[in-house]
């Protein structure tokens, strides 16, 4: 059976931000080992493209599948 490790996230998306949310899934990857799916429920009101930019290029370089929903409106 898959291991999924789901995440919620509710932050402005900036530079602290990503950096929070990437240094997060390092530490689950490295301290469960064997997740073979993020499933991240982001809850945002915006903010910085570059730093979108820098999370959507981060997850699509993950090994894992990786769901994203948007939860704003």
């Known amino acids: 059976m898959p291991v999924v490790q789901h ?8 530079k602290k931000m990503c950096d929070a949310l990437t240094s ?6 490295a301290a469960k080992g064997g997740i073979d799916e993020f499933v991240v429920y982001l809850v ?11 999370l959507y290029n981060f997850f699509k ?13």
């Open 7 to 14: 995440v919620y996230c509710s932050a402005i998306i900036s």
């Open 24 to 29: 997060y899934v390092f530490s689950i990857s």
């Open 44 to 54: 945002t009101g915006g903010g910085n493209p570059g730093s979108g930019m820098e």
């Open 61 to 73: 370089a993950r090994p894992e599948r990786t769901t994203i929903y948007n939860m704003s409106s």
